[in-house]
């Protein structure tokens, strides 16, 4: 049983392009949704996060939308760059407590190409 | 300040073989988890422990064994490995009442 949904599986952006990643959940008790980035031999880090009060947070050229309604939050990367070029995992949770713990979507690969 | 530690970063096993990860944290968290990564699955949850002296299965436990040795240790056990435990396993961390998880380097184990 998959509940957090994740998708594309793979993307390529061009230099300076939007790259967009997005995540659908199902259980409505999550009330935290972060974005983990991982480079290749490291584990993953959390990127930016956001709770289900706000619609939108925006960190530098990452942007996190959330849509409640639609069970819906997707990754936005702006002016994408190399650097960038690495694997991004949404996840969900309740955000403290004892028996918080994190579920991840299936993974982005993403490329940045010049 | 070293975070999250794994032990070994490879390991190469023969099918039935045993062996124990060995994870350690210096961030004083109460929390910690073991997830296996594979392609196109994402972290999947194998164990975790909420506090010192509680564990409790997450979502593919089969197989493995897990021991929370005080605070700052968490290991994972594989009894009688299997290639379908082939993966790459992380620990990670938390504090209870903190919303970040941070997740060690990692342990590629294969399975032959």
């Known amino acids: 049983q998959q509940q957090v949904k994740q998708s594309p599986q793979s993307l390529i952006v061009q230099k300076g392009g939007i790259s967009i990643i997005n995540c659908a959940y199902e259980n409505t008790a999550f009330d935290y949704f972060p974005w983990y980035q991982q480079f290749p031999g490291k584990g993953p880090a959390l990127l930016i996060a956001?709770?289900?009060?706000?619609s939108e947070k925006k960190e530098g050229r990452f942007t996190i939308s959330f849509n409640k309604s639609a069970k819906q939050f997707s990754l936005h990367i702006m002016d994408s760059q190399p650097g960038d070029s690495a694997t991004y995992f949404c996840?969900?949770?309740?955000?403290?407590?004892?028996?918080?713990?994190?579920?991840f979507g299936t993974g982005t690969r993403l490329q940045v190409t010049l | 300040n070293a975070g999250v530690t794994q032990t070994p970063k490879f390991q190469v096993l023969k099918t039935g073989q045993s062996m124990t990860l060995q994870c350690a944290q210096d961030m004083n968290h109460n929390s910690m988890y073991w997830y296996r990564q594979d392609p196109g699955m994402g972290l999947r949850l194998i164990y975790y422990?909420?506090?010192?002296?509680?564990?409790d299965k997450g979502e593919v436990p089969n197989g493995y064994n897990v021991s929370r040795l005080n605070k700052r240790e968490f290991s994972l056990r594989l009894e009688s490995a299997a290639p379908s435990q082939t993966s790459v396993y992380f620990c990670?961390?938390?504090?209870?009442?903190?919303?970040?998880?941070?997740f060690g380097q990692g342990t590629r184990l294969t399975v032959v």
């Open positions: 956001i709770r289900p009060d706000v």
């Open positions: 422990s909420a506090s010192e002296g509680t564990t």
């Open positions: 990670a961390s938390k504090d209870i009442w903190n919303t970040e998880a941070f």
């Open positions: 996840a969900a949770s309740k955000a403290t407590g004892t028996a918080s713990k994190l579920t």
